[in-house]
């Protein structure tokens, strides 16, 4: 039996010792971060950061829904990828088209996940959406079209796309031989149910792809057309939340596709030209958010209202300054680490280059002062606490500057690899995201109300960090078990 | 053609719920000057127009594993 298993390609059906392992740990973060919510559900909310804005001088979004926008907006580059490769004819980004379209399902199904724990009564808001909600609300399409829409339009394209190989699956004794033929429901790869699952195919993403552009539109609503929130009531809100939502998304699919490349050893199929394909457009994608976000800043400074003022300034030089620095930095040095590889070798561009140790000291160190500074504040500050000492921002700083000069010292490698600077810069612009996820949800809150309350603070506490990570740790695997059963790229005849 | 009939009536099913949903169940579009425009005239109505996103999609499912017409249908592939 063991001799067929093997003959399943890209290591579906095989278990090995490092595999339960890895699986091991996942499950004891995600068992960690029921626990936590665990404790949320008996003590109530007041176990988290979360607390009335104005009233309480808090946040009543944090993490969960920062997380949340976060996790909508990766979903967005599986299935238009997916929808692009079909409707563009490209060809040759087809052996990403299945990572894309699985990061869109699991992404997807984190969001949902992410917006439970924000509710005090998670049971009774999933029933009153469905019994009272208002098709006319932002917050409606959200849960409907981005979290029921688009997750169920995802599963349909990506159930039909997978049918072809799990039919070439079904003919190879395995163990998963029963779920291959469920899976296939009949298909037998015949040129006529080639022509229709082409052409069932080419309008399910000629649906799809106004669909995922509406359902994120109106997460940015969601803040957009709030009037009374200096910060959020902005037109740009919903481009920008779009822009922001393919720069995530392709960023962790250049990600993704790298360690598929790397541990299936499949240099050929997923080639460099994918990754020079996908780093061009996200390196597009950010000029455009930069853009963006300068003309907002520019807007809001110059003729804005006092406390839309204020608030820039606090996102600027105050309390979230360290934030959005770090996020615009891993913007900026994620987008030169894409165009690196392009610089043609005729121009002199000198790459700054570092000794192996000094980087290697230069990244424990950052790691270091981050901790340090974790222990310090018992969690990551995202505004001082009224009353609060000094922080000891220099700190941050410290931790900002060694970050860029170890990604600095692998310049040099950039300039080499595409599939390297691909992957650097798709985690340099993730945790741009999260930043700036981070920035659109709490300073409004805290320093944008337009009622006469002080500034607020919101600080994180260990079961916020828990849940968060426990949901990051669910997504791994269910990509990674799915990856176990289910051939993660298109499956050639020949194989 | 019995295929592309059911998937033309799911299509149309869909789209019709989710029309009949937003402008006749749910609450009504308007300036609000009352309650009423803040409830649902039905019940649920989000429920529906959901279902009728849903159905749309399914078509697509229809439409690959509805057997020709005629009843020949395939068996398994192994």
Known sequence: ?495 | MMRAAWTLLLVVAGFALQAVSYFFLAAPLGVPTGPVYSNPRVPFAPAVFILGVMLVFLAAVVYELLPESGGRTHRGTG
Do not use: C
């Not at chain 1, 000492?389 to 300039?415: D, I, K, N, R």
């Open chain 1, 1 to 495: 039996m063991s001799v067929q298993v093997q003959r399943l390609p890209y290591g579906v059906g095989r278990f090995q010792v490092g595999f339960w392992l890895f699986i091991l740990v996942l499950l004891s973060v995600v068992g960690w971060g029921i626990y936590a919510y665990s404790r949320q559900l008996v003590e109530g909310l007041v176990v988290t950061g979360l607390r009335d804005i104005g009233t309480m001088g808090g946040a009543a979004w944090g993490l969960y829904i920062a997380f949340d926008v976060y996790f909508v907006g990766v979903s967005f580059a599986g299935i238009t990828m997916a929808a692009l490769i079909r409707l563009l004819r490209l060809e040759e980004l087809r052996p990403v088209s299945r990572m894309a379209e699985l990061l869109t399902i699991v992404a997807l199904v984190l969001a949902a996940f992410s917006v439970l724990p924000d509710l005090g009564q998670p049971v009774r808001g999933i029933v009153n959406l469905l019994r009272y909600a208002r098709p006319q609300s932002p917050f409606f399409g959200t849960f409907t079209l981005v979290i029921s829409g688009y997750l169920f339009a995802s599963l349909v394209y990506f159930y039909l796309d997978g049918r072809r190989d799990a039919a070439l699956l079904a003919r190879i004794p395995s163990p998963l031989q029963g779920f291959y033929r469920l899976w296939a429901a009949g298909y037998r790869d015949t040129p006529a149910e080639r022509e229709r699952h082409h052409r069932a195919a080419f309008w399910l993403a000629i649906a799809i792809v106004p669909l995922l552009v509406t359902a994120h539109s109106t997460l940015g609503f969601v803040f957009g057309i709030q009037s009374g929130r200096p910060g959020w009531f902005s037109t740009l809100q919903a481009p920008a939340f779009v822009v922001m939502a393919g720069v995530s998304g392709i960023g962790l699919l250049l990600v993704i596709a790298a360690v598929f490349r790397h541990v299936l050893g499949e240099r050929e199929r997923l080639h460099e030209a994918i990754f020079r394909w996908l780093g061009g457009l996200l390196a597009l994608l950010v000029l455009v958010y930069l853009y963006f976000t300068v003309a907002e800043l520019l807007t809001t400074t110059y003729t804005g209202h006092e406390t839309e003022v204020r608030l820039t300034l606090a996102l600027l030089t105050g309390p979230y300054a360290w934030l959005f620095w770090v996020s615009m930095g891993a913007l900026v040095l994620g987008l030169v680490a894409l165009l690196l590889p392009y610089v043609p070798s005729v121009v002199p561009v000198r790459v700054p280059s570092f000794r192996p140790a000094f980087t290697r000291a230069a990244g424990l160190a950052a790691a270091g002062a981050g901790l340090l500074l974790m222990i310090h504040r018992h969690g990551p500050r995202l505004a001082p606490a009224a009353g609060a000492g000094p922080e000891p921002e220099w700190v941050g700083w410290v931790l900002a500057g060694l970050a860029v000069v170890f990604v600095l010292s692998w310049f040099p490698l950039f300039a080499r690899s595409v599939v390297a600077a691909g992957v650097a810069g798709g985690l340099l612009v993730n945790v741009a995201a999260v930043g700036k996820r981070l920035l659109i949800v709490v300073p409004s809150q805290t320093h944008g109300t337009l009622l006469p309350y002080g500034p607020g603070s919101y600080t994180p506490t260990w079961v916020e960090y828990s849940v968060v990570a426990g949901l990051f740790a669910l997504g791994t695997l269910l990509y990674t078990l799915f990856v176990k059963v289910f051939p993660i790229m298109e499956v050639a005849e020949e194989q």
